[in-house]
């Protein structure tokens, strides 16, 4: 299945909200971070395209019209190669509200620590699907954290002006009439006016607040089940 929706916005951003917004609109399914925690075989695909810039796109987007979040975020340069008419979406927030979202959410979530990752190795033993989570965090913590953000996540101005470059730079390289920056807040009108389609009669669907995303997680870090975003 072609990619038809890209959105290049981080984690934290409405990236939650706007798959269900697109999956609601028919561009569904919609790759997210969320897939991977439940389907990890696909994180393979994801470290192939991070090291080589290329993989097999019919195999990671199979069932997928559309993509949000981490890690489809930063990989729009292979992604507008493989699908040239591809609609790219800059979902943003304020650099300063992201950020501590980020620190209360998807930061502590990630095991950094050798005994942490033995821990996540352990429970394995018994459940496989936490070795599924320890491969989909060990994704975010090499190419969000380590790659994109330097290691130095908490150090918080670097941190935000890497944000902001991001933005800026997709802002120069996508061109312009693929381009809509977006924020949650605005709802349904601009996105279904780029999108060319038709608003729905439905509230917009603001999904994945913060104690959601605590809650969610802490349950799939506790018993391995699936990873469900409300």
Known sequence: MALEILAVGVPRTGTSSLKAALNTLGFGGCMHMDELFNQPHLVDYW?????????????????YRSSTDFPGCFQYKPLLNQYPDLKVILNYRDPASWYESMMKTVYPTVPKTAEAKAMLAEKG?????????AKTLALVEVYLLNRHYGGDFLNREKTIATYLDHCERVRRE??????????????????????????PEEDFPFKNKRADFQAQLGKML?????????
């Open 47 to 63: 470290i192939e395209l991070y090291e080589t810039g290329t993989t097999d796109f019919d195999a990671l987007f199979d069932g």
């Open 125 to 133: 033993k018994d459940n496989p699907r936490f070795l599924g989570i």
């Open 174 to 199: 996508v061109p312009a009439g693929q381009l809509l920056e977006w924020e949650v807040s605005q709802g349904w009108e601009p996105l279904c006016a780029f999108l060319g389609v038709p608003v």
């Open 222 to 230: 506790s018993g391995g089940g699936k990873l469900t975003i409300k």
